[in-house]
């Protein structure tokens, strides 16, 4: 006996006559219908719609369902899942009063974190069509301004947007981002007595010793330390 073989099917886009593998189970997990565009179809379908429409009004190309998450991870190349996950934690970040996504970035997930200013409890049962998950952490009142994420543990500090390690505290941090600030102010003052720009290419060029005649160390051009004058 020969089995038969599983029937072809045409792609109603592609015209191509493909085996049933070759078709996905549906674009969407809220599709009523079978899906009668192949895979690679069904793939270039989901890039282009990522460069016309809103990552949340993505649709089924042959229904107006909407893809979720996990059914563009299903169905769409990885650098378009990829590109998808980045707008959509964008988007869900921009519309999310109170969104942080997890600082650590080992974890991805991101929850509500209600500011401590804030006394009526927002509402952090909101469902999404998303796998994210939306979660309160105003309830550490101890602690108004850490954020610890449900899912890793990492505790972040809201003002500063940084995971504060062991070692340093939040005002340690807070002491060293102001020495970063005064450092670099040091920089520029030294920067503005001991440099001047190159009259010809604009380059900052440090001072040798006491001798007024420079030599731009980027278009060689000479000149004088004193009145910018260029030397033949
Ligand atoms: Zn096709
Ligand atoms: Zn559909
Ligand atoms: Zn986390
Ligand atoms: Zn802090
Ligand atoms: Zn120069
Ligand atoms: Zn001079």
Redesign the pocket.
């Known amino acids: 006996k020969v089995k038969k073989p599983p029937a072809r099917k045409d792609c109603s886009t592609c015209g191509r006559t493909l085996s049933p593998g070759s078709f996905p189970k549906a674009a969407t997990s809220n599709c009523k219908h079978k899906a009668t565009a192949c895979k690679a179809c069904l793939k270039k379908w989901i890039t282009a719609q990522l460069d016309t429409v809103t990552y949340d009004n993505l649709a089924c190309p042959e229904c107006p369902q909407l893809l979720t998450n996990q059914d563009v991870k299903a169905n769409a190349t990885k650098p378009t899942y990829e590109r998808f996950e980045e707008l959509e934690r964008r988007g869900i970040a921009d519309n999310t009063p109170g969104w942080r996504w997890c600082l650590n970035p080992r974890c991805r997930a991101g929850q509500v974190h209600v500011p401590p200013a804030s006394t009526t409890s927002k509402d952090s049962s909101k469902s999404t069509k998303s796998a994210w998950k939306f979660w309160s952490s105003g309830e550490h009142k101890a602690e108004p301004n850490i954020c610890d994420c449900n899912e890793c543990g990492a505790r972040a500090c809201v003002p500063c947007d940084r995971i504060h390690p062991e070692a340093e505290s939040c005002a340690d941090w807070q002491k060293r981002l102001k020495g970063f600030a005064a450092e670099e102010k040091a920089t520029l003052k030294a920067i503005a007595t001991n440099c001047k720009q190159?009259p010809?290419?604009?380059?900052n060029?440090q001072r040798n010793g006491g001798c007024d005649h420079m030599l731009?160390t980027?278009?060689?051009?000479a000149f004088c330390w004193l009145c910018l004058t260029t030397y033949k």
């Open positions: 190159c010809n290419c604009s380059k060029i731009c980027q278009c060689r051009t």
